[in-house]
């Protein structure tokens, strides 16, 4: 996605800021999951939630959220059995 330049001068804002706060407004307003919001900043799930914290916004934890900790889950739950065995 690419955002143009009058806008971005209009607000003094980087693409990456203004993806950023298109981020966190779409967050906010949950219309996209931390997941997807954090990739729409482009930065990783965990910057992304010490940036909520930082504004002081509340976390909306979802299925999408769910389904996304469960997936992590199995792959280091996989990773781990997969080290114990060498």
Not at 31 to 59: D, H, N, T, Y
């Amino acid at each position: 996605m690419h955002i143009d330049d009058e806008f971005l001068l209009a607000a003094n804002l980087t693409e990456a800021e203004m993806r950023t706060e298109l981020a966190v407004v779409l967050y906010q307003k949950r219309k996209l999951s931390m997941g997807k919001a954090a990739k729409l900043a482009g930065i990783p799930r965990i910057q992304f939630q010490f940036l909520l914290a930082s504004r002081e916004i509340p976390v909306n934890y979802d299925v999408e959220d769910l389904k996304q900790d469960l997936e992590t889950l199995r792959q280091l739950d996989a990773e781990m059995k997969h080290g114990h065995h060498q």
